[in-house]
Structure formats: C-alpha cells, structure tokens
C-alpha cells in the first residue's frame, strides 16, 4: 500500500478541478475494466469527471458493466484520447507495469504526460512512477483498488456500480475465486462488495453465459488436437489464421482457452499458441501450477513475462517454428 504520506499527497491531488486519466493496458481483460471503472465510479462519488481510456476494444461479455460504452478507446478516437493524456493533471496506471504494455500509441503518450503518474497493479517489476502501489501477491488490481479506498478512509463511498466492477474484476482474475492467490481478505472484500449491490448470479452469468457459437467451434478444434509432452507435464494448444478466419473469429472467443491444458491430470504447464490476425507473429499466452514459472520462462525465450503462474509472450516465426523452439526450451527445464 501507498505510505501514509502519500496517502495525504494522493488525497490532495484528488480534488474536482483536477483532470484525472485512467488508463489500463492493451488487451484490457476483466480486471483491468473492472479496476478502472471500479475506480471512476469512486472517483464520480467524489465530485470527480475521471475519463477511462483503454488503448484497444475490450470483449462485448464485459460491455454490460456501468459505463463500459463510456470508456474512450484510443484505436477508434486517437485525438480525443490523445488530448487527454496530454491534458491530464492525474493518470491511474491501473493492471500494468510498463507504459509499453499499453501499447505504441498510448505507451509513448504515457511517458511524455507531465501528469502525476499513479500506479495500481499486481505485475511483476513495476517501472517507477510518482507513486506505486505494486503487490504481486495480490490476484486483482479490483481487490488493490478496493484497499487503496480503504487506505483513503472512504470504504463508505462504495455503491453498488463500485461494488460490480470490483466484483467482476477479482471473479475474472481469480478464476472464478479459484486460484492460488485467492485469500480470505479477498473473500472478505468480496462480501462487502455484495453487501454494496454486487449480484453475484447477474455478473457470472452477463461475464461468463456468454459463449459465441465461433468460440466454441474453435474451442472444439483446439481440444480435439491438444499435445501433451514433457512425460505429461506440458500441455499445448494452438490456432492459425486460417482457422480463425474460417470458424468466424470475434475478439475475446479465444480467452481463457489456455487453462483447458491445466486442467489435464498431470499438467503443470499450459501454452496457447496462436497466429496474429493481421500481423506476423505469434501470441502466446502461458499458464502454470505451483511453483512452475512461466513469467521468468516468458522473458527469457518469449518476449513476454506477467505472473509466475501467467503470463504471455510475442514470437516472431512460423507458428510450427515456435512451437518445436517451445518444446526445446521445456525439456530442458527442471519440474
Ligand atoms: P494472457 O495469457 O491472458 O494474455 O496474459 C497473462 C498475463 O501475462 C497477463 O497478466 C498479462 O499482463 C501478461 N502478459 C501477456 N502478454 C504479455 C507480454 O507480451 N509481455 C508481458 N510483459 N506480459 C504479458
Ligand atoms: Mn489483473
């Protein structure tokens, strides 16, 4: 948590007359919607006009969320996010480490911002900024949100579009409250997060109940050819273009894919493989069990990092070519 000095500092910057910017990171999941707009809705409850922006389109099962159409998505309104930034007093760096992680447009806006830079996020290494809130044991940025409203004293500000966004930012990160880094003070917020309005039914069933048929023709394809090497420690997965293309590929079908390769008896690795749409490489997205670390695994070989138990990389050959560079690289690690 911010010291209580910077608490102090932070308080007096939060004031009406400041332009306050939110920003999460390229590819914004659950939590990183979920954390920013939990954190506007506080910031509203103070008198505040705090404006999101993320630097791409999010997935349509996470639009239901309270002024989700309000955010600005810089792909589609460069100048408007661009002044922004520039205009900014304030910027909440929320589920990030880096300012490349949001990207070559927004990235670069970031760094040049004369704005106080604050940032709130769970990823390992976190780059300096005015004042950092890093805690990697944490499974939310949501879950960190909601302690730095409590280190403000404001816990009673919480109202139930509050309560919903952080709800659904630690459902998603957490995997539905089940990985590793779930605590009972997860659970704890958790509970006063229904006790605020969260409708844990409604948000599970508008985040989750909503499969397209094409995510599940190309959740079909990649089951049904799933490799496991490594004496069965490894599971991979992967998708081409091609594929893509022909089974009616709309963003967001492919998340989550990669943990069907942890749930294998066994498994202790997962790696999702899959062609780009536009450009030539590969994205990657890595997942594992216990003390298996795929962060380290990812920035040594694969462009990438996140948390030891998820993170993802970028390659830049033939998805045949990576694949055989993967299996190389896991034999030869020690689990
Ligand atoms: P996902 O597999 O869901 O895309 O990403 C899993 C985790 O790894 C996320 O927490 C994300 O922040 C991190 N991650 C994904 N891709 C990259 C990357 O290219 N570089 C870094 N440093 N982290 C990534
Ligand atoms: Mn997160």
Same mark, same amino acid.
């Given at each position: ?35 920013? %707009? ?6 509203? #409850? ?14 349509? $099962? ?17 100048? #408007? ?47 300096? $900024? ?116 022909? %089974? ?88």
């Amino acid at each position: 948590m911010f010291t209580s000095a910077e608490i102090i500092a932070i308080k007096d910057l939060l004031v009406p007359q400041n332009k306050i910017v939110i920003i999460t990171h390229y590819n914004p999941d659950g939590d990183a919607i979920g954390s920013s %707009l939990g954190l506007k809705h506080f910031l509203q #409850q103070k008198g505040l006009q705090p404006e999101v922006i993320v630097p791409n389109d999010f997935p349509k $099962f996470l639009k239901w969320m309270p002024d989700a159409r309000k955010i600005t998505i810089a792909d589609y309104k460069r100048k #408007q996010a661009g002044e922004a930034i520039y205009n900014a007093d304030v910027i909440f760096i929320l589920d990030f480490n880096a300012s490349h992680r949001s990207g070559n447009l927004v990235g670069p806006w970031i760094e040049k911002a004369r704005a106080t830079k604050i940032l709130i996020d769970h990823h390992q290494q976190p780059d300096a $900024f005015d004042y950092v809130y890093s805690d990697v044991r944490i499974p939310a940025t949501s879950q960190m949100v909601y302690h730095f409203i409590q280190a403000l004293g404001e816990e009673s500000l919480v109202n139930k579009n509050i309560a919903e966004c952080l709800y659904t930012g630690i459902m998603t990160d957490t995997g539905g409250f089940r990985f590793r880094s779930t605590s009972a003070t997860t659970h704890r917020i958790v509970a006063d997060l229904i006790e605020k309005g969260a409708d844990p039914a409604m948000i599970t069933s508008n985040t989750w109940d909503t499969n397209t048929v094409s995510r599940l023709h190309l959740l079909a394809l990649i089951l049904g050819r799933i490799e496991v090497v490594k004496d069965g420690k490894v599971a991979i997965l992967w998708l081409k273009r091609d594929e893509l293309k022909e %089974l009616g590929f709309q963003k967001g079908d492919t998340e989550g894919f990669v943990n069907y390769g942890l749930s294998i008896m066994g498994t202790q690795v997962s790696a999702f493989f899959m062609e780009d749409l536009y450009e030539d490489f590969i994205k990657i997205s890595f997942r594992s069990k216990d003390e298996v670390d795929v962060n380290q695994f990812s920035r040594k070989y694969f462009n990438g990092g996140g948390h030891i138990n998820a993170a993802g990389g970028k390659y830049f050959k033939s998805i045949e070519e990576t694949i055989e560079d993967f299996k190389e690289k896991m034999e030869a690690e020690e689990f």
